[in-house]
């Protein structure tokens, strides 16, 4: 058997008594022929592994450079040294890969996030990524924890689709038809998609949200967690047009439960980090106030990464209305300032972020539940409300975020929905089967979107989406 090994998050736990061990994992330095720092992934303290001087062949010491795989077998003692508990004392080493300290693209300092971008295949080698990849994991599983622990059902919806789920448009095709103009046309020149793969014409998934539905109206509760694309040229720290939604839809809910089971929701992933990556979210608190420090006074954060998320998991949700929104926002010292880039032009008018950002950073100071939305800049399925303008959406704007939720009640009475996909023109033959839940057996439901790579920049405090996936996805990028 090869791989009898300890983790060194796992050894690091215990108190150094002589065991014998042995680890494996990537060289992150080495000092005087003497001392190795050793990372395995687990952790991102690393392993001081100590040579005796003389017992090493030199052919040995000169393949010890950074990011060099070893097999290391050794006595664990107290260590002499300050800045760790313990020493590895190597009895041997084995080089598993080589690695040209000249060729190797990141150099044992500090590097910049874009420069690690560009070599997002090798970031995850670096403290800052993987401590933001483990609380991303820690995330992920408390999503599934949270939903299983109240009874929801994963249902994995498709990733193809015929349907536009938010109608907004921004999709990629799916097509086996030939780019090169020789493709099938109608004769009104348009392409024939009656002879692509599926006999019709089909994209990648902006929601899973409408299949969620069918699986709620017989389930009850259900949840989907998966990959869904966006074709928006949005080109911003907090857009991909590749990201990960979680998608709960719940029968029997209306909007104030679909409220309280959000909060909860983002309450109980956020505690789940804590408790379980608490190294993990010190290093990026810390790392945070370091790239803070660079920053003019009035754009640092009030609170360091770890008093925030405490806060948010401590305190109610702010919340409400849209049209309180827009009062708030009118009557703001920013506005009258005229500081907004987008003008406060009334009620109707949707919220950019900037507006977004003020209500949650400048006014509320903490995460605000926005609700009853008009519904002429809302999707068609969307519940309407009894002044006959508003419908019953809610999104949640996050403190440096912005929205990082958007969800409502949906429209459950089968003739308001009809008239509203006839107003909003969406052709009810493609929607049959949706349209089959309000035939048979319609009831009060809702749900949600959370966008996980906005969650997971909340809680690690990165800037930009972009180095919270590990591949990302956006305008004109898709390396890797
Ligand atoms: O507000 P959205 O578009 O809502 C829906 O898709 C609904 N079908 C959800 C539902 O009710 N089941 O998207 C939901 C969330 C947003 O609040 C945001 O956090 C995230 O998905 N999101 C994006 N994240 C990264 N990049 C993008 N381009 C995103 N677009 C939306
Ligand atoms: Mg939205």
Same mark, same amino acid.
């Given at each position: ?40 992934? $687990? ?5 001081? #592994?100590?040579?005796? !001087? %003389? =017992?090493?062949?030199?052919?040995? /010491? +000169? ?5 060099? $795989? ?5 006595? #664990?003692?107290?260590? !002499? %040294? =300050?800045?760790?508990?313990?020493? /590895? +004392? ?18 044992? =300092? ?371």
């Amino acid at each position: 058997m090869f791989n009898k090994r300890i983790k060194i998050k796992e050894l690091l736990a215990q108190e150094p008594a002589s065991q014998e061990v042995t680890v494996m994992g990537w060289v992150r330095t080495f000092r005087n022929n003497q001392f190795i720092a050793l990372n395995d992934g $687990s952790t991102n303290n690393h392993l001081q #592994v100590v040579l005796e !001087l %003389g =017992k090493f062949p030199e052919e040995i /010491l +000169k393949r010890i450079t950074t990011s060099a $795989s070893l097999r290391v077998q050794g006595i #664990v003692e107290p260590s !002499l %040294g =300050k800045g760790q508990k313990m020493d /590895l +004392k190597a009895v041997s080493i084995e080089i598993l890969g080589d690695s040209d300290a000249e060729k190797y693209p990141l150099q044992p =300092k500090k590097h910049s996030l874009e420069f690690l971008r560009e070599k997002a295949h090798l970031r995850f080698r670096t403290n800052t990524f993987g401590a933001v990849f483990r609380v991303r994991h820690a995330l992920a599983f408390a999503v599934h924890q949270f939903f299983n622990e109240r009874g929801f059902i994963y249902l994995h919806t498709p990733i193809i689709t015929a349907s536009d789920a938010e109608g907004a448009g921004e999709m990629f095709r799916v097509t086996t038809l030939p780019m090169d103009g020789t493709a099938p046309k109608n004769e009104d020149g348009s392409i024939n998609y009656k002879e692509d793969f599926f006999g019709r014409s089909t994209n990648l998934t902006v929601s899973g949200q409408l299949e969620g539905e069918l699986g709620a109206t017989a389930f009850g509760e259900i949840y989907t967690f998966g990959p869904t694309f966006r074709a928006e040229n949005s080109n911003t720290a907090r857009h991909l047009a590749e990201f990960w939604m979680i998608e709960p839809e719940m029968a029997f809910y209306d909007l104030e439960d679909n409220m309280n089971l959000a909060e909860a929701f983002i309450k109980y992933i956020i505690g789940y980090a804590m408790d379980h990556n608490a190294e993990d979210l010190h290093f990026l608190d810390q790392r945070l106030a370091e790239e803070e420090k660079q920053l003019p006074q009035d754009k640092r954060s009030e609170m360091g990464l770890l008093d925030k998320l405490k806060f948010v998991v401590d305190n109610q949700f702010e919340r409400i209305t849209y049209t309180e929104a827009i009062d708030i926002l009118r009557e703001s010292n920013h506005n009258k300032k005229k500081k907004f880039q987008y003008e406060i032009t009334g009620w109707g008018m949707d919220l950019q972020s900037e507006h977004e950002r003020y209500l949650v950073e400048k006014h509320f100071k903490k995460p605000v539940i926005l609700s009853n939305y008009p519904a002429a800049i809302k999707a068609f399925y969307m519940r309407q409300n009894e002044d006959g303008k508003t419908v019953a959406a809610m999104d949640i704007l996050a403190p440096g975020i912005g929205e990082i939720v958007g969800g409502s009640q949906r429209e459950e009475r089968m003739d308001r929905l009809t008239t509203r996909m006839k107003e909003m023109h969406i052709p009810e033959e493609e929607l049959w089967w949706y349209l089959d839940t309000r035939r048979f057996g319609t009831v009060p439901h809702a749900g949600f979107g959370l966008g996980f790579e906005r969650m997971v920049q909340f809680v690690t405090g990165m800037n930009n989406i972009r180095d919270v996936i590990a591949f990302p996805r956006t305008p004109g990028s898709a390396d890797f």
